[in-house]
């Protein structure tokens, strides 16, 4: 898939993975496959309620209405458990647009296929709003806000898309001959 | 090239690398726990097949830590996952909770939480609980399943953070595919005052670079002040190099770093030999800045991240309901040893709470004598609800009776842990003040954030 269409959510600077996955869900293991859905359920359920009074998944919902995610500087800091990508991918988000990663979440993203992780040199946490419309267009490197039509760029994933379009390294090992097939 | 490179290069088989490089290097040890681990073995039987054995069962180690004492049944589950994963693949170093290799593990709420509930071969923190059973070897790369793996690098070696899916890569294979990081250089000179610990240099070291200032990159910490710390000290530093969003932290190695790892490999049986790696004259760095100890003073990171630093003077007017001590950045023998030295003979008056990062630490807590007084004893007297159940407990909140968790909103925590986002020690509505164990023992005499030099005297 290169395109993604919805509302977005958006979030602030510095999102740690508390905030993505509060740490009393981390006794779910996210290879066992009910777990894996709860886990999408308690998505970003870690921000402060004043500061984002919209909830990124309702109440007693198990996925979200918001296919993409726009945040500051730093998401995905803090602690390395691949639940945070796991939670936002088994909710049915495809994608967070932000202006930079922490390291170990962009690997994580990477490694597992479960979102794409798109920088955006532009600060679209100032630009857009949470709900408002916008197309993501990953081969064209471009995101559109809907209401406004602007056209924002996109810094190209370059060598880690492949990864994740193939479903995340052990797809892509096996798929380029670096893995026997399936065990 | 740097230290981080000179190991890389090494690690793969090569005469040199650059940063930037994409590398594969081949893993010394891979350290996984209870949160992370039975993931990370989900995604080994699922990609290599439900009977496959790991590259090198002496490479793997399992120490379960963080959702230990607590009755929440998965966690205990996840305990009993590593178990029955430890005995199928013949793992020599699984630390287990319980004695029975067959048995299941469960919290007995029952009992409390202050009283010892595990076996002989419990370890604690995985980070704190690695170099003492003698994991930690100079010029060895070492993944672990956790942010903090950073905190092995005090022992000049590579070590990072890594995800469940890379790390069931690596438990197949004993490889990864890294990218080798720039590196940022902090030469640190000179000695810190009395009063002043290392969690003060890490934590104003962030401040100046910003939490996300050493985004992909080696942190390597070098400089004549080196030699003037512990190898408690440097662990403490090279843990938060994650804080500033850094892939690993390193130091030099030296001769305090071989007492320590001959020690604690000998005892425990494990590898001995070693390779340190020393920095060639021709490094290149991306950043380069020297700290003179002399000048830092008691600092403090406040909510809602690690790099909003202040000095503990500047926060005095601000009032605090709790204070913690614990953790693998906060929780070793020397950190009581200053929580205790400021708290002798004196009483706390907000909610104070002690976790040691390992059992052995609960021991030399109870059999070091002050006068008539273990150091527990006068930690206890002081006021201080110590516990026995080493482990991260609320260092990162975890199910809702685990010991210390802040479970209402509006709480002001001062603590001596790593880490202050919001949530991150229960309520989401709580806030956390990182702060070395002496700032926290003098904030939890007076209620408010206070400097311990007015109680450890100049
Ligand atoms: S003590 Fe805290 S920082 Fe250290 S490993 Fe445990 S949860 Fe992580």
């Known amino acids: 898939m290169s395109k993604f269409t919805g509302p977005v959510y958006v979030v602030r600077d510095n999102i740690d993975t508390d905030q993505i996955i509060p740490a009393q869900f981390l006794n779910l293991v996210p290879t066992i496959a009910e777990e894996y859905e709860k886990l999408g359920s308690y998505a970003l359920n870690g921000l402060p309620n004043a500061l984002y009074p919209v909830r990124f998944v309702k109440d007693g919902a198990m996925d979200t209405e918001f296919p993409i995610v726009i945040a500051g500087r730093n998401f995905g800091c803090g602690s390395s458990r691949e639940h945070a990508p796991i939670a936002l991918g088994a909710a049915n988000c495809e994608c967070v647009v932000a202006e930079s990663f922490a390291r170990i979440y962009f690997r994580n993203c990477i490694a597992t296929g479960e979102v794409y992780p798109i920088e955006c040199p532009e600060r679209l946490c100032d630009i857009f709003k949470t709900g408002d419309l916008a197309e993501v267009d990953i081969d064209a490197g471009t995101i559109r806000h809907v209401a406004t039509g602007k056209v924002y760029s996109l810094k190209p994933l370059g060598e880690v898309r492949p990864v994740i379009d193939a479903g995340g390294i052990f797809d892509y090992a096996r798929k380029n001959g670096m893995m026997p097939k399936a065990a | ?458």
């Not at chain 2, 490999?265 to 002399?294: C, H, R």
Request: charged content about 25%; hydrophobic content about 40%.
């Open chain 2, 1 to 458: 090239m740097t230290l981080t490179e000179k190991l890389l290069a090494r690690a793969a088989g090569k005469a040199s690398v650059q940063a930037g490089d994409n590398i594969w290097v081949n893993a010394d040890v891979l350290m996984t726990h209870d949160v992370c681990g039975p993931g990370t073995i989900g995604v080994f039987k699922r990609e290599f097949g439900k009977t496959a054995k790991v590259w090198d069962r002496n490479r793997v180690v399992i120490i379960p830590d963080h959702y230990i004492f607590t009755a929440d049944s998965l966690s205990n589950r996840n305990v009993d996952i590593l178990r029955d994963f430890a005995r199928e693949q013949g793992l020599p170093y699984f630390y287990d909770v319980i004695d029975d290799p067959s048995g299941a593990w469960k919290f007995d709420a029952a009992k409390g939480n202050l009283k010892r509930q595990f076996g002989s071969n419990y370890a604690g923190v995985c980070h704190a609980a690695l170099p003492a059973k003698g994991h930690t070897r100079p010029g060895e790369v070492l993944f672990g399943t956790d942010s903090h793996t950073c905190m092995a690098g005090a022992f000049n070696e590579f070590a990072t953070g890594i995800g469940n899916t890379d790390a069931g890569f690596v438990m197949g294979t004993g490889k990864l595919l890294i990218k080798v990081p720039e590196t940022m250089r902090f030469r640190l000179e000179g000695k810190l005052q009395p009063g002043v610990m290392a969690k003060d240099i890490i934590l104003h070291i962030i401040g100046e670079i910003g939490f996300d200032g050493a985004t992909y990159r080696a942190m390597q910490f070098d400089g004549s002040g080196i030699a003037t710390l512990s190898m408690d000290d440097r662990m403490t530093i090279a843990n938060m190099a994650i804080e500033a969003g850094g892939k690993n932290g390193i130091f030099p190695f030296d001769a305090r770093t071989a007492e320590y790892v001959n020690a604690r490999t000998g005892l425990n049986g494990t590898k001995q030999s070693y390779e340190p790696v020393e920095a060639d004259a021709d490094q290149k760095f991306v950043y380069e800045t020297v700290v003179d100890l002399s000048k830092l003073e008691p600092t403090v990171a406040c909510h809602p991240d690690p790099g909003q630093r202040k000095t503990a003077k500047e926060l005095s007017h601000l009032k605090l309901d709790r204070a913690y001590v614990g953790s693998c950045t906060g929780g070793k023998t020397s950190d009581f040893v200053e929580f205790a030295r400021v708290l002798r003979g004196k009483k706390v008056v907000i909610d104070t709470f002690g976790v040691p990062a390992t059992p052995d630490i609960v021991r030399d807590l109870q059999s070091t004598r002050w006068g008539h007084q273990t150091i527990w004893q006068i930690l206890e007297e002081a006021g201080v609800r110590m516990t026995e159940n080493a482990g991260c407990a609320a260092c990162l909140g975890g199910p809702v009776d685990t010991f210390g968790r802040m479970n209402q909103g509006g709480l002001k925590c001062i603590s001596a842990t790593n880490r202050n986002f919001p949530g991150r020690m229960g309520s989401k509505e709580s806030e956390v003040y990182l702060a070395s164990p002496a700032t926290v023992a003098a904030s939890a005499l007076t209620g408010r954030v206070t400097d311990p030099r007015e109680y450890v005297g100049n």
